[in-house]
């Protein structure tokens, strides 16, 4: 299929319901709906947006998160599931693709992901975060090199990154690479204060001028109320005001549409494609302004997992008699129950 010339890009800076993952997914279809009557063909969410960022690891001592921590466990998402299934369905049925932060449930972790669905409903790409910062690591496991990777989509070719994994400059480059034309950054917003805000939009308008590509940011927002039932503290409440940032950036480094700093909206711009070019004729990071020779980049892009088995690693084998002529195995077993070996590679 063509590429369009012309992108029309929107980023939601809405607040999720900190209450329940299906009311907080409920704002997700909406906000995907009224994007899509704009026009828009790419929708971007808030990092972890679903069911919520988890903003009380940043306020509440570790001795007492325990019970938040669970709760985020019983709203987090698996992949696939009925929600990953109704964002799905709406991107399909709205011919839209849509960018959306979750916190992944799997098994006994939860990680900070990223998901991309393609214009047609299907998922194109599930990462990780790389490494979770500060706080965040009492929250989430750590993603692997499989994430850092660029997808072709209806749109053009989309790359993601959250929040502070664009302060990792090789994970930046592996994206500019892979000849990213649509950056995806998610950061959680209403955090830390106006300077955090200052500090994305610096990082996010230098990956635009750097990778020659565009930008779409999207940060989440918080009300009064939701930030008083996070912490009664008031000293610890400006942690949660601030910083929020939901911005598009083009290859040139320009703010596209006035950025969304307070309050809940949909940010929408039309993206020219042919920008990257223009911007990519002055300096292309990874093609004639590289230096391979000197200085590249080696990347791990495998999956990381657990266990890796072998063919025939598990086999069924009988049970062993002692030289008495009975069972080896206790009195109470079922005569024809088996045991499971497991064999060395090596056999």
């Given amino acids: 299929m063509e590429k369009k010339p012309i992108v029309r890009a929107a980023a939601a800076q809405i607040a999720p319901d900190l209450t329940s993952r299906e009311k907080t997914l409920a704002r997700v279809l909406e906000a995907i709906r009224e994007a899509a009557s704009k026009g828009a063909d790419l929708i971007v969410f808030p990092e972890t947006f679903v069911p919520w960022y988890p903003y009380f690891s940043f306020v509440l001592p570790p001795v007492l998160s325990g019970k938040e921590h669970l709760r985020l466990y019983e709203e987090a998402v698996t992949v696939p599931s009925a929600a990953t ?109 106006p300077i955090f805000a200052e500090q994305m939009e610096v990082t996010i308008r230098h990956h635009a001028l750097e990778s020659g590509c565009f930008v779409v940011n999207a940060t989440g927002w918080l009300t009064d109320e939701q930030i008083v039932s996070i912490t009664p503290d008031q000293t610890l409440q400006k942690a949660l005001r601030g910083g929020c940032m939901t911005a598009i950036i083009s290859p040139e480094g320009r703010h596209l549409a006035p950025p969304l700093t ?66 080896d195995a206790s009195s109470d077993r079922n005569p024809d129950q088996r045991i499971a070996v497991v064999r060395s590679q090596a056999g």
């Avoid at 194109?124 to 500060?134: A, C, E, G, M, S």
């Avoid at 990777?149 to 664009?166: P, T």
């Avoid at 598990?314 to 049970?319: G, R, S, T």
């Fill in 85 to 193: 299934d109704a964002v799905a369905a709406a991107a399909r049925e709205h011919g839209i693709v849509v960018a959306l932060g979750i916190n992944e449930r799997d098994h006994g972790s939860l990680y900070n992901g990223q998901l991309l669905f393609d214009a047609d409903g299907t998922l194109i790409l599930k990462r990780r975060k790389i490494t979770p910062t500060f706080h965040e690591r009492m929250i989430w496991g750590q993603g692997d090199g499989s994430g850092l990777a660029v997808v072709d989509s209806r749109i053009g070719r989309l790359g993601a990154l959250a929040c502070w994994e664009h302060y990792n400059p090789l994970a930046r480059y592996a994206l500019m690479a892979q000849h990213e034309e649509i950056h995806i950054a998610q950061f959680p917003g209403s955090m830390v204060g």
């Fill in 262 to 327: 307070e309050g809940e909206g949909i940010l929408i711009a039309d993206l020219d494609m042919s920008l990257i070019v223009k911007r990519k004729r002055m300096m292309d990071s990874v093609g004639h302004y590289a230096r391979p020779e000197l200085l590249h980049l080696a990347i791990d892009g495998r999956a990381t997992a657990p266990m890796i088995a072998s063919p025939n690693s598990f086999e069924i084998a009988p049970a062993r008699n002692n030289t008495d002529g009975h069972d």
